[in-house]
């Protein structure tokens, strides 16, 4: 599991779960990219530019919900595409 301190402010995270439970996740989608703009104080869940959670006092979501953006591997992914377009 993911921990606050894992994260910082301006980083950005890819959502790995947006299955919705009782509550509502407001537009939170799986394998989309957010930007973290604060942590909730109480329980450390992150607050993210691009969407809201109406359930919580802080409109934050869990920590293990999201992982860091992984730019190495979407290097690797877009110089296969370049060498196979180039081809």
């Known amino acids: 599991m993911n921990d606050t301190s894992t994260f910082k402010i301006g980083e950005t995270v890819v959502c790995v779960n947006a299955r919705r439970?009782?509550?509502?996740?407001g537009a939170l989608k799986e394998n989309e990219m957010y930007t973290i703009i604060g942590f909730n104080p109480y329980d450390g869940g992150l607050i993210l530019k691009e969407v809201k959670s109406k359930r919580s006092g802080y409109n934050a979501y869990r920590v293990d919900r999201f992982r860091?953006?992984?730019?190495?591997f979407a290097d690797v992914v877009l110089n296969i595409?370049?060498?196979q377009i180039a081809a």
């Open 21 to 25: 439970k009782w509550y509502k996740l």
């Open 81 to 83: 595409f370049d060498t």
């Open 68 to 72: 860091k953006a992984d730019y190495a």
